[in-house]
């Protein structure tokens, strides 16, 4: 599927793969402090059967044909999608491209039967927790010091699938 996002780019989200985690851990490096391995994302890829993987892709009309803008990681298990890692190049942030590769999981959680999306976030990252909230998940619990580096609760969100996203 393609979507304009912001007016100007054209924004091409499919599935990414083994080939693409060079660029994958370029974003990855760039937007955590305690970022998934080349080794966490390949057992995700290649050994654990409800991971999901979707990239925002800008297709050129030179080579290199594409550049990936940004990535999303969820898990379809059983009646819940739960979302394990999102992120977006720094110079393509505020243009919607979190938003739409969010809506892209839960189209496709939706899709296999999941009722309700689940994550966790840096009580710190306020960020992420207001582009989650423009999009209809609500904080429904905290976990003491569940992160390191620094050390941070977790904000735990969920979204009612029946609810529908937020348009
Ligand atoms: C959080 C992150 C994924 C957002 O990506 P993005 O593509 O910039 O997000 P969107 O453009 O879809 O933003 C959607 C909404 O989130 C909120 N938001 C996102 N970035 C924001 C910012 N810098 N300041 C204020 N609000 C922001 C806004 O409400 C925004 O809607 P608006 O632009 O219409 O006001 C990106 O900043 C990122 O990669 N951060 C580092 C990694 C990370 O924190 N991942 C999430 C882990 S849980």
């Known amino acids: 599927m393609v979507t304009r996002i912001a007016s100007r780019l054209d924004v091409h989200v499919h599935p990414f793969h083994s ?3 060079d660029d994958v851990l370029a974003i990855e490096q760039e937007s955590f ?20 993987f979707l990239g925002a892709f800008c297709h050129g009309e ?5 550049r990936l803008l940004g990535y999303i990681c969820y898990w379809v298990v059983f009646d819940e999608l739960r979302l394990m890692n999102l992120a977006v190049r720094p110079d393509h942030r ?24 689940l994550l966790e976030v840096r009580a710190g990252n306020r960020l992420a927790q207001k582009l989650y909230q423009t999009l209809g998940f609500q904080q429904y619990g905290r976990r003491r010091a569940y992160y390191t580096n620094p050390n941070e609760d977790a904000i735990l969100m969920q979204l009612q699938l029946a609810e529908n996203l937020q348009p």
């Open 19 to 21: 080939r693409d985690l």
């Open 33 to 52: 402090s305690e970022p998934w391995t080349r080794g966490m994302f390949e057992a995700e890829l290649l050994g654990n059967p409800f991971a999901r």
């Open 62 to 66: 030179m080579p290199p044909a594409k």
């Open 94 to 117: 505020r243009q919607g491209i979190a938003s739409h590769l969010v809506r892209h999981a839960v189209e496709e959680g939706i899709a296999h039967g999941t009722t309700r999306a």
